[in-house]
T-cell receptor, first 116, second 113 residues
Framework: GAGVSQSPRYKVAKRGQDVALRCDPISGHVSLFWYQQALGQGPEFLTYFQNEAQLDKSGLPSDRFFAERPEGSVSTLKIQRTQQEDSAVYLC??????????????FGNGTRLTVT | AQSVAQPEDQVNVAEGNPLTVKCTYSVSGNPYLFWYVQYPNRGLQFLLKYITGDNLVKGSYGFEAEFNKSQTSFHLKKPSALVSDSALYFCAVRDTNAGKSTFGDGTTLTVKP
């Protein structure tokens, strides 16, 4: 497809389990972002890649959160030892075929994580 | 640091009337400003952006936004609302020196027939 693809669409995890969320960006997009969206709130920045380099991870809430993009395309957001407060929609976005900072973000449909 | 404020949680308008969804921002440098729309169970979709130049920018579905530097505002507007415009709208800002965009908490627009 032409858009950003995220999988799984829904994930239910028991507290303490590890989860991995996948993002396939638009082909050729240099920049990739992960956001967390809690119910009734705007997306909160987690981390940002330019190609395979993770340039900003200031939004990751704890060391249980880890993201990678080893070949500069697909990215995985991993959450270890999930807690109930991790329940949210995790959005992936890509942008900038040429790396331009003024390019808009193209979002996937998100992964809704529920920790029970 | 950069931030966005959307002062209204909800905006209600009648179909055919003009609509305005408000946004103010704060950045340390020059801003790139964006509006996105989110439909239920979907990701955010880009509507329009301000980079430089004309203060009035036009985007998808008949929406436009006015950049006001002195008031640090970027309000979304449409001359005649449609029921299908009902959705959640987010304003976002990116400092020209930053990689990330910062989003407001969103405004739910309801257009009644």
């Amino acid at each position: 497809g032409a858009g950003v693809s995220q999988s799984p669409r829904y994930k239910v995890a028991k507290r303490g389990q590890d989860v991995a969320l996948r993002c396939d960006p638009i082909s050729g997009h240099v920049s990739l972002f992960w956001y967390q969206q809690a119910l009734g709130q705007g997306p909160e920045f987690l981390t940002y890649f330019q190609n395979e380099a993770q340039l900003d991870k200031s939004g990751l809430p704890s060391d249980r959160f880890f993201a990678e993009r080893p070949e500069g395309s697909v990215s995985t957001l991993k959450i270890q030892r999930t807690q109930q407060e991790d329940s949210a929609v995790y959005l992936c976005a890509s942008s900038s075929p040429g790396g331009a900072q003024n390019s808009p973000l193209h979002f996937g449909n998100g992964t809704r994580l529920t920790v029970t | 640091a950069q931030s966005v404020a959307q002062p209204e949680d909800q905006v209600n308008v009648a179909e055919g009337n003009p609509l305005t969804v408000k946004c103010t921002y704060s950045v340390s440098g020059n801003p790139y400003l964006f509006w996105y729309v989110q439909y239920p169970n979907r990701g955010l979709q880009f509507l329009l952006k301000y980079i430089t130049g004309d203060n009035l920018v036009k985007g998808s579905y008949g929406f436009e936004a006015e950049f006001n530097k002195s008031q640090t505002s970027f309000h979304l507007k449409k001359p005649s609302a449609l029921v299908s415009d009902s959705a959640l709208y987010f304003c976002a800002v990116r400092d020209t020196n930053a990689g990330k965009s910062t989003f407001g908490d969103g405004t739910t627009l309801t257009v009644k027939p």
